[in-house]
């Protein structure tokens, strides 16, 4: 693990606890923060929120995300906005049955930014549901 990667996931760790980190092959870190309480509107409660951060982290920038467990939907049964369960995380194996957020960053300060900040992304972008 980096030293960057280490000391941003322990300020990530002061408001979700449970999050970790794993490096996959390419030096990209996993990071998985479960038992997420998932705002009103969705089908399931309580998921897990899984990202990566690229080789080059924190000057390349996490891309997307994808949720646990697979088949998430909007709590009338209907898919959510850019989303598909096809799209599996690159370079985890064996694959997760998950499903993808197609969500990009408008800004990122790889000197202000980290994990803690693209949490909060995902948050924003779960709430409200859609």
């Avoid at 369960?85 to 990122?108: G, K, M, Y």
Wanted: charged share 15%.
């Amino acid at each position: 693990m980096t030293p960057i990667i280490e000391q941003q996931l322990a300020a990530l760790q002061q408001e979700r606890p449970e999050a970790s980190a794993a490096q996959l092959p390419s030096g990209a870190h996993l990071i998985t923060i479960p038992n997420v309480t998932m705002p009103p509107g969705w089908s399931v409660r309580v998921v897990t929120i899984l990202f990566v951060a690229p080789p080059g982290y924190p000057a390349a920038q996490p891309d997307c995300f994808w949720v646990e467990p697979k088949g998430l939907r909007l709590e009338n049964g209907k898919t959510p906005q850019n989303t598909n369960d096809a799209n599996p995380i690159p370079e985890v194996q064996p694959p997760r049955d998950v499903t993808w957020f197609s969500w990009h960053l408008q800004h990122w300060n790889p000197n202000q930014s980290s994990l803690l900040t693209y949490c909060n992304v995902i948050m924003q972008r779960l709430s409200p549901a859609r």
